[in-house]
């Protein structure tokens, strides 16, 4: 048996001599949900998909021990997804994505969630067919600091847990925001509630912005007055009410997200109001 199994694995390698093995694994043991892209492959931004990709995933968990990765997903009853010997094969972008137009389009994708494509890119797989993890767990990709997966045609990007777990100082959404009659049946409209202690309404801003999972929108700077930016599929209007009062509203085709800012003597409140056409 022992020689049959030699024989099968020096025919793949003779009728796949180009394909790269890399010799390391992943360097960090355990990985964990950072975020959803912003938009998918194509450009499109569907509010309700985003949230669904955010629920399902923001429980997963990559553990690498040796040459042995095991996913967990904490949202599902049975959280063992798969535990599979994993190979990581090294690629450069066209010859996994095979085309100049498909890379261009996963190119602008990346770019617009701050993440370069570079030379080499690295594919997390079986290492023996048949034993895949089912999909979109089946192909990871390496790019960068991140394992990307790719999940109707957006990108859920998921980072080194220490790494998280340093830069988080009470930085999470679920820190300062509670959706407002969670339970209730979705009619479009979601409402969520967030106040920021002792923060005066441009460092509420500045937190704000930094724990959005898609700020790229949003000025770093906050203007002191009026303004409205256009971008390929949105308008952002930056409308001041009073010295203490701000209002952020993003229209898109089929939706609109309305950020009201409201600074007291305790902090800052903010009031969070989404409104999709379906």
Same mark, same amino acid.
């Given at each position: ?30 990985? +964990?949900?950072?975020?959803? /892209? $912003?938009?998918?492959?194509?450009? !499109?931004? @569907?509010?309700?998909?985003? *949230? %669904? ?6 429980? +997963?968990?990559?553990?690498? /021990? $040796?040459?042995?990765?095991?996913? !967990?997903? @904490?949202?599902?009853?049975? *959280? %063992? ?198």
């Amino acid at each position: 048996m022992s020689k049959i199994y030699f024989s099968i694995i020096l025919m793949f390698f003779c009728f796949f001599p180009k394909i790269a093995i890399s010799d390391n694994g992943v360097d960090h043991k355990l990985w +964990v949900y950072e975020k959803v /892209s $912003g938009v998918d492959v194509f450009g !499109k931004h @569907d509010l309700n998909t985003i *949230n %669904n990709l955010n629920e399902i995933y923001s429980k +997963v968990k990559f553990t690498f /021990s $040796g040459k042995t990765l095991t996913i !967990k997903n @904490d949202f599902l009853e049975d *959280n %063992n997804v798969c535990s599979i010997d994993y190979v990581k094969i090294k690629k450069t972008p066209i010859s996994y994505y095979l085309s100049e137009k498909t890379m261009a389009l996963y190119e602008r994708l990346f770019k617009y969630e701050g993440v370069s494509l570079p030379k080499y890119i690295y594919l997390l797989t079986a290492l023996l067919p048949g034993d895949e993890c089912p999909p979109p767990y089946s192909e990871i990709l390496e790019v960068n600091d991140y394992l990307i997966l790719l999940d109707q045609n957006y990108a859920l990007f998921f980072k080194e847990a220490e790494t998280k777990n340093n830069n988080q100082k009470k930085d999470s959404w679920a820190t300062y925001c509670k959706e407002r009659r969670p339970s209730r049946e979705y009619d479009g409209v979601s409402k969520y509630t967030c106040f920021f202690p002792d923060l005066k309404l441009r460092d509420a801003y500045e937190e704000f912005r930094r724990i959005q999972y898609d700020n790229t929108l949003f000025k770093k700077q906050l203007p002191s007055t009026n303004k409205v930016d256009k971008f390929n599929d949105a308008k952002v209007s930056y409308a001041w009410q009073e010295s203490n009062s701000l209002k952020i509203s993003v229209v898109r085709d089929n939706e609109s997200v309305t950020f009201s800012f409201n600074e007291n003597s305790m902090g800052t409140s903010l009031e969070v109001t989404e409104e999709t056409q379906y």
